[in-house]
């Protein structure tokens, strides 16, 4: 896979700050030095702590966590786990979280972790050794806490390492009343939220059908307005690719192609997600799935006929080598940083439509905010209303069926009156998040001329940025 060979490739920090100089030109004039305090990283942290390993050797780990932005706190961003994770890589992530969260209204700076361990292939002892003293490293350092710094799941972690985390802290502070909102995309029996888990790839549903609603838009592009029929390739099948392959079928898409790093799948009749995911569990891999096709080099997957490609990988995976191959008219960036800003110019040259990463993922970090308000207000959002508005519910129809002088059935009652459970209200304020950003970004783009949505959403974070510097006094 292109992302393979992350450590020889351009620094990822600076490809973030050429999109920030990019829409920066747009923006209206601000006090010198401002923009330049915006795109600078904030801090960073290189930890090696040695770890025990079960011959009685040690074996000395390295870890980052880079805060690109304090201007609003806690920071906020995940933890990704991989031997090859570099500084500028976490540095680069890191700002994209400070804009990603201004796009969404997300009202954190910017930042991301790195752990140099291969947490999919070292035994589960040596990840929780390794993830453990990483969070004790944090917290010697004042890197992490509910109002500090408050980390995420990211590529090669999840629920199972926010575990580690959480119970960390709280045994370094055991008598922290908001201890548990030192980390989010915990699992739910340790305070974790409903729709967390799911939260990315369901953003990317929500976003990608809300670009597809816009029927000028699609005219432009030679497709109907709508989801339903649109042949999709995902790239990527891990949490988000997964997720967003799951949502995208069940609204009406047809995913012709799904892959992992072993190679891709190939049904241009669509592929049963669920069946695809059953699978790789039993079998622990993606090959020998009964698909008419199997693509043993992923990249492949990429330049396959399709309107929408969406990848969910990693970084660098469209460039300025296979831009020109690139077969799909809308190209959604479920992974952070998927296109090299080479490849994003021949993507739009060519009339591509690409919905940028720092908008289109940003489902994840803000359910991880929604579960965080949850751990500080210590009540789960269903707790405080489900009774009053199944009441409300009841109340309302009672007075329908008096004035028409009719009943519903029991069932017909029970699923009108049914209150909100916490799912109900994660993924409600999760498409609405969602809608409300794509409008602003689209509405931005067009009105101001820009280049790209990406500039728009890059300029609408710098903005709203730029906007909290000068409100909240903090810039000299
Ligand atoms: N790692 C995810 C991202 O890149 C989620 C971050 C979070 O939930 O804080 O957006």
Request: proline share 11%.
């Given at each position: 896979m292109a992302g393979q060979n992350r450590r020889q490739r351009r620094s990822m920090f600076a490809a973030v700050c050429q999109r920030f100089d990019e829409a920066a030109r747009f923006a209206r004039p601000y006090p010198p030095g401002l923009l330049d305090q915006i795109k600078a990283c904030n801090a960073v942290l290189h930890v090696q702590f040695p770890i025990r390993l079960d011959d009685g050797s040690v074996r000395v780990i390295e870890g980052y966590r880079a805060q690109?932005?304090?201007?609003?706190?806690?920071c906020k961003g995940g933890i990704r786990y991989a031997p090859n994770v570099t500084q500028d890589e976490v540095m680069g992530l890191a700002a994209l979280m400070t804009y990603k969260c201004a796009i969404v209204d997300v009202p954190f700076g910017g930042a991301k972790g790195g752990i140099c361990i291969d947490s999919r292939k070292e035994p589960p002892e040596i990840v929780e050794r390794a993830t453990r003293r990483y969070t004790a490293e944090l917290a010697a350092r004042n890197f992490i806490g509910p109002g500090i710094d408050v980390p995420a799941p990211d590529y090669g972690s999840g629920e199972r390492e926010m575990a580690w985390i959480a119970d960390t802290y709280r045994a370094l502070?055991?008598?922290?009343?908001?201890?548990?909102?030192?980390?989010?995309?915990?699992?739910l029996s340790l305070h974790g939220i409903e729709g967390r888990r799911e939260a990315t790839g369901l953003g990317v549903y929500y976003g990608l059908a809300e670009a597809l609603d816009d029927p000028e838009e699609m005219r432009r592009l030679g497709l109907a307005p709508g989801l339903a029929g649109k042949r999709v390739v995902v790239q990527g099948f891990g949490n988000v690719g997964y997720h967003a392959a799951k949502y995208l079928a069940e609204g009406g898409?047809?995913?012709v192609s799904v892959s992992t790093i072993e190679g891709a799948l190939y049904d241009p009749d669509g592929l049963d997600i669920e069946a695809v995911r059953r699978h790789i569990e039993a079998?622990?891999?993606?090959?020998?799935?009964?698909?008419p096709h199997f693509l043993?080099?992923?990249?492949?997957?990429?330049?396959?006929?399709?309107?929408i490609l969406v990848p969910?990988?990693?970084?660098?995976?469209?460039t300025a080598e296979n831009a020109p191959r690139i077969r799909a008219r809308i190209v959604a960036e479920a992974?952070?940083?998927?296109?090299t800003p080479e490849g994003e110019a021949i993507l739009l040259q060519r009339g591509i439509f690409v919905i940028p990463d720092v908008y289109l993922n940003a489902g994840g970090v803000t359910v991880s905010y929604f579960e965080w308000l949850k751990n500080l207000s210590h009540?789960?959002?269903?707790?405080?209303s489900r009774r009053y508005q199944e009441n409300a519910n009841a109340k309302v129809i009672e007075a329908i069926e008096a004035l028409t002088e009719s009943r519903l059935s029991e069932d017909q009652r029970a699923r009108l009156t049914r209150g909100p459970d916490e799912i109900d209200f994660v993924q409600a304020a999760l498409a609405d998040t969602m809608v409300h950003a794509y409008r602003a970004i689209h509405t931005t783009w067009r009105t101001r001329q820009l280049p790209s949505l990406r500039v728009a959403a890059y300029l609408i974070a710098i903005e709203k940025v730029a906007n909290d510097y000068l409100t909240l006094g903090i810039f000299p």
């Open positions: 690109h932005s304090h201007h609003r706190l806690p502070n055991p008598t922290q009343l908001d201890a548990y909102a030192c980390v989010t995309g915990k699992p898409a047809v995913v079998s622990g891999t993606i090959r020998d799935f009964p698909a043993p080099n992923p990249a492949e997957a990429l330049e396959l006929d399709c309107d969910a990988a990693l970084e660098n995976q469209i992974a952070n940083d998927p296109t009540v789960s959002f269903d707790r405080m």
